[in-house]
């Protein structure tokens, strides 16, 4: 029993002390009714369920996607910055041949700039980097090689694709397939995975 006053007299004690605490701050809330109501927004939170690895091969595989997600994810977010800055000017002029010429040097600043570091990409880190592109822009690469550079490079740069395994008209699919690649990128973003 004495237990027991004991935790009680704690509780109030301490409930007193946060009272005194909080007097000269104004906590944020609205009247209703003549009652003021304590209010505050808390950022939302995502809840995926448990990983719980089935296997140590499962758990290697999962976090060499992490390792191959952080490579390639700046990467596809920079397509999607780069793609709205030249669009703006691509469409600005309705001459054909100044629209060529403005693709071939912005291709050829790319090249320059992000060309080496491409090149030393894996197949499969290729591949996530086009499913990624897909994610950011809205638009596989097929797509927008085709509406940039027509079609005849599209079909060409497809077949190059094609003989390394992979897709340019892949497609991003956050619910099943490529479920796991969603989850790693809300983490990146969340920064809980660095």
Same mark, same amino acid.
């Given at each position: 029993?004495?237990? #027991?006053?004991?935790?009680?007299?704690?509780?109030?004690?301490?409930?007193?002390?946060? =009272?005194?605490?909080?007097?000269?701050?104004?906590?944020?809330?609205?009247?209703?009714?003549? *009652?003021?109501?304590?209010?505050?927004?808390?950022?939302?939170?995502?809840?995926?369920?448990?990983?719980?690895?089935?296997?140590?091969?499962? +758990?290697?595989?999962?976090?060499?996607?992490?390792?191959?997600?952080?490579?390639?994810?700046?990467?596809?977010?920079?397509? $999607?910055?780069?793609?709205?800055?030249?669009?703006?000017?691509?469409? =600005?002029?309705? *001459?054909?041949?100044?629209?060529?010429?403005?693709?071939?040097?912005? /291709?050829?600043?790319?090249?320059?700039?992000?060309?080496?570091? @491409?090149?030393?990409?894996?197949?499969?880190?290729?591949?996530?980097? %086009?499913?990624?592109?897909?994610? /950011?822009?809205?638009?596989?690469?097929?797509?927008? #090689?085709?509406? @940039?550079?027509?079609?005849?490079? =599209?079909?060409?740069?497809?077949?190059?694709?094609?003989?390394?395994?992979? $897709? @340019?008209?892949? /497609?991003? *699919?956050?619910?099943? +397939? *490529?479920?796991?690649? +969603?989850? #790693?990128?809300?983490?990146?973003? =969340?920064? #809980? %995975?660095?």
């Amino acid at each position: 029993m004495k237990t #027991i006053v004991f935790i009680f007299a704690f509780i109030v004690a301490g409930s007193v002390g946060f =009272a005194q605490e909080q007097k000269g701050m104004k906590l944020p809330g609205t009247k209703i009714n003549g *009652d003021t109501i304590l209010y505050r927004e808390i950022p939302p939170v995502f809840v995926y369920p448990r990983t719980g690895h089935k296997s140590k091969r499962f +758990e290697r595989r999962y976090w060499r996607l992490v390792q191959k997600v952080k490579k390639v994810y700046p990467y596809a977010k920079k397509a $999607n910055e780069l793609l709205h800055e030249y669009s703006a000017k691509y469409e =600005a002029t309705q *001459d054909k041949k100044l629209r060529r010429q403005y693709v071939r040097e912005a /291709e050829k600043r790319l090249f320059q700039q992000y060309g080496p570091q @491409l090149k030393k990409l894996s197949v499969s880190e290729g591949r996530i980097l %086009i499913k990624l592109i897909d994610r /950011e822009t809205g638009t596989t690469s097929y797509q927008l #090689i085709q509406d @940039l550079k027509g079609n005849l490079s =599209a079909f060409f740069w497809q077949g190059v694709a094609r003989v390394f395994g992979n $897709n @340019l008209k892949a /497609e991003y *699919d956050p619910v099943t +397939e *490529d479920r796991l690649i +969603e989850e #790693i990128i809300f983490y990146i973003d =969340a920064g #809980i %995975i660095k």
